[in-house]
């Protein structure tokens, strides 16, 4: 027989690993993920893809690497407008009505 236990996540690793501002993290992790599947799409090197971010290559590796710690959600995001896509915000009642907490999700 088999003991092992597990459990389900939350959707959020960071939260679920006991992380403080996980839902920062998580968005963090969601732009990073964007930023690397369009650099990959267009086969851009990390050198390539520095210059147009304004950032040395080094940065660029870390950040795929998942050290994302030093930019901030609004740089990432101007990441991606360097890149040459539309990034909204959107704000709006969530969902079931009278949650006591929203969610941040990236798409």
């Known amino acids: 027989m088999n003991d092992t236990e597990y459990f389900t996540g939350s959707g959020n690793v960071f939260a679920d690993i006991g992380?403080?501002?996980?839902?920062?993290?998580?968005?963090?992790?969601?732009?990073?993920?964007?930023?690397?599947?369009i650099m990959k799409s267009r086969?851009?090197?990390?050198?390539?893809?520095?210059?147009?971010?304004?950032v040395k290559q080094p940065d660029v590796s870390k950040m795929l690497r998942g050290d994302f710690r030093q930019f901030s959600v609004e740089r990432l995001m101007r990441f991606l407008v360097a890149l040459g896509q539309d990034v909204e915000i959107v704000v709006?009642?969530?969902?079931?009505?009278?949650a006591a907490h929203g969610h941040l999700s990236v798409s």
């Open 19 to 37: 992380l403080p501002n996980a839902d920062e993290h998580l968005i963090k992790a969601q732009l990073v993920y964007k930023i690397d599947h």
């Open 43 to 54: 086969r851009l090197k990390q050198v390539d893809a520095a210059a147009m971010l304004g």
């Open 92 to 98: 709006k009642p969530a969902v079931p009505q009278g």
